[in-house]
């Protein structure tokens, strides 16, 4: 089961991997907590009246296409996207917002999702959020308590019976080194530095996200499934976005694996892990 926040961090955060573990017959799940409907109209070609009028219709159309390209069961929680908020100082998040509701409202919900779908594995996002947009470290606080109370008879017994996750992990696929590496490599072949600017702001000894990997999982035969389901939030990606600017070849021999942190496991493992099941009797 992997937890996201918008449509569209699905395709962006791990999904090669559940594109392999579906494809190896496992029930993979994506559960998304938001309809993304405050997000930015980022393609300039879908920059029209009428999509933004019809928003959030339009981007469970595209998450339907995303989760077919994977191959995954899809589910929504029901939340209104918070947005990003901008400014100094920072202006209130509208009345609406998935980030205002009392926590234990969603907590409840996915531990109803849990405790039906009975997964023996569940990805999110680390306590920052990946990147600290609301909507995601509400994601993660979400996760990280119904991954304990789907497993606790005591917690929200109406929810169904108590099932117990044997791992949850954090999705880390935004690393300096990775993107170093891949930059690198466009050069040496005469390619311009897609995370040229990127690189230039990031200092070389802040590569945090690297040294809290614990697991990385071989996924390149998927990495097609993956830039399908990115395409197909056509709303949110444009042809041209730096996701695409590295040649797969160069990733697939380069950095062939999507990486994660193991944050609690309830199973006996040793990392580092090249599989999300590791010590886990059967998928």
């Not at 009428?50 to 998450?63: D, F, L, P, S």
């Not at 998935?98 to 009975?118: S, T």
């Not at 697991?215 to 996701?243: E, K, M, N, W, Y």
């Amino acid at each position: 089961m992997a937890v996201h926040a918008h449509p569209d961090d699905e395709a962006s955060k791990g999904a090669a991997t559940t594109a392999r573990y579906a494809a190896e017959g496992n029930d993979v799940i994506v559960v998304t907590l938001t309809g993304g409907e405050r997000g930015d109209i980022l393609n300039p070609a879908m920059d029209r009246p009428e999509v933004a009028a019809n928003i959030g219709t339009i981007r469970r159309e595209e998450m339907a296409k995303a989760a077919a390209e994977l191959g995954v069961q899809h589910r929504w929680l029901g939340y209104v996207d918070s947005g990003l908020p901008q400014g100094d100082p920072l202006p209130p998040l509208p009345s609406d917002s998935f980030a205002l509701v009392p926590i234990e409202e969603p907590i409840a919900k996915l531990v109803a999702v849990i405790r039906e779908f009975r997964p023996h594995v569940m990805t999110t996002y680390d306590e920052n959020g990946g990147y600290p947009h609301p909507d995601h470290i509400r994601c993660h606080e979400v996760s990280m308590a119904a991954f304990e109370a789907a497993a606790d008879p005591e917690q929200f017994p109406e929810a169904g019976e108590p099932w117990t996750v044997s791992k949850i992990y954090y999705n880390h696929g935004f690393m300096r080194a990775r993107m170093q590496l891949l930059n690198d490599e466009c050069k040496k072949h005469g390619y311009k530095g897609p995370f040229d600017e990127w690189l230039e702001r990031w200092p070389a000894d802040d590569d945090v996200f690297d040294r809290r990997v614990t697991t990385r999982v071989p996924c390149a035969d998927f990495f097609d499934a993956r830039d399908a389901a990115l395409r197909a939030h056509a709303s949110q990606i444009t042809p041209d976005s730096s996701f695409f600017a590295v040649p797969r070849e160069f990733e697939r021999r380069l950095w062939p694996t999507e990486d994660f942190e193991l944050a609690k496991s309830r199973v006996p493992t040793s990392t580092p892990e090249d599989d999300l099941f590791a010590g886990v009797e059967a998928k």
